[in-house]
């Protein structure tokens, strides 16, 4: 079973629509959790951290839930802007992270 | 602060040959890590670091070696190069204490 899980899409999302996808990881011991963005032929940028309070970042809505070891991620009001990869990120500790494949969002006008 | 910075940005080598990709940092950061990828595969961590001196390996360290003589500099050396190692690598970075990775703008290898 690989370390992080994700449905790697494309997800294909109508301008204004919300759009929301998981991911799952296997090591009960991993430590923080991120969303990374990442857009085409560029490097990954940290979009948020996760915590099991669930948090938000403007129309960002990001939430971990331990118990079922998985992650989720939900685009509100979606913009052409939006359309790029979104990495499932975990941190094993030392700043050790595994990646997921990426949920690959497209925004379509 | 230029973040982290890699050289090069593209490539080519026939199998066999050996070279050092280059990665600096210039935000003081004890943490630095190199990762490839792959299509379809995702990110993987080939060698990390957690401060000067100190190397160690990730999930995919055959054919790779690192040092870490600086705070600011990490280079990754491909001994003898195969075309199983034709991939895009970002070097990142992180403060003690931190969240987040800061990535290198990549270097993509072609090995023919």
């Known amino acids: 079973r690989k370390e992080v899980e994700q449905d790697p899409g494309p997800f294909n999302v109508p301008e204004g629509a919300t759009v929301a996808f998981n991911c799952t990881y296997s090591n009960s011991a991993s430590q923080s959790f991120f969303w990374y963005r990442q857009d085409c032929r560029k490097e990954p940028k940290l979009l948020m951290s996760?915590?099991?309070s669930g948090n938000e970042d403007g129309r960002f809505t990001a939430q971990l839930n331990r118990a079922s070891q998985y992650i989720s991620l939900l685009i509100r009001d979606s913009k052409l802007s939006d359309s790029a990869t979104y990495l499932c990120?975990?941190?094993?500790?030392?700043?050790?992270?595994?990646f997921g494949k990426g949920n690959q969002v497209v925004v379509i006008p | 602060n230029a973040g982290v910075t890699q050289t090069p940005k593209f490539q080519v080598l026939k199998t066999g040959q050996s070279m050092t990709l280059q990665c600096a940092q210039d935000?003081?950061?004890?943490?630095m890590s190199w990762y490839r990828q792959d299509p379809g595969m995702g990110l993987r961590l080939i060698h990390y670091?957690?401060?000067?001196?100190?190397?160690d390996q990730g999930e995919v360290p055959n054919g790779y070696n690192v040092s870490r003589s600086t705070t600011e500099d990490f280079p990754l050396r491909l001994l003898s190069a195969a075309p199983s190692q034709t991939s895009v690598y970002f070097c990142?970075?992180?403060?003690?204490?931190?969240?987040?990775?800061?990535f290198g703008p990549g270097t993509r290898l072609t090995v023919l």
């Open positions: 996760v915590y099991s």
């Open positions: 670091s957690v401060g000067a001196g100190i190397t």
């Open positions: 935000m003081n950061h004890e943490y």
């Open positions: 990142a970075s992180t403060g003690r204490g931190a969240n987040e990775q800061f």
């Open positions: 990120v975990v941190n094993r500790g030392n700043n050790r992270l595994a």
